[in-house]
């Protein structure tokens, strides 16, 4: 059972900048896929962001590309995500996912249904 626990949330003027962490533990190995997803109020859960945790290999949405940068630190067992540049529309309920592909399958999948373990979220707030 893989346990994830996300921090850093918190609230920031447009333009600044936040880092998420999110702390794994109970994983088996390194075949994981690590992934950032967010939800605001009356909208759908949105990928943001992923990172193959052995590999390194990174994917990320394009409305972030540029501005939001996935990281893991294999000895802390934890995986980042630093977002600069915020802007009012990137405020949301921010959530850490993960699952364990089939050896040899490097894609890393946006969709929330491929991820089995989800933490309980973290809040991001960007003021205008």
């Known amino acids: 059972q893989v346990h994830l626990a996300e921090s850093g949330g918190g609230l920031v003027q447009a333009g600044g900048s936040l880092r998420l962490s999110c702390a794994a533990s109970g994983r088996s190995g390194s075949n994981y896929i690590m992934g950032w997803f967010r939800q605001a109020p009356g909208k759908e859960r949105e990928f943001v962001a992923a990172?193959?945790?052995?590999?390194?290999?990174?994917y990320n949405v394009d409305v972030v590309k540029g501005r939001f940068t996935i990281a893991r630190d294999n000895a802390k067992n934890t995986v980042f995500l630093q977002m600069t540049s915020l802007k009012p529309e990137d405020t949301a309920l921010y959530y850490c996912?993960?699952?364990?592909?089939?050896?040899?399958?490097?894609?890393?999948?946006?969709?929330?249904?491929?991820?089995?373990?989800w933490g309980q979220g973290t809040q991001v707030t960007v003021s205008s």
């Open positions: 990172i193959h945790w052995s590999a390194g290999s990174t």
């Open positions: 996912a993960a699952y364990s592909p089939p050896y040899g399958v490097s894609r890393l999948s946006p969709r929330p249904s491929n991820y089995d373990y």
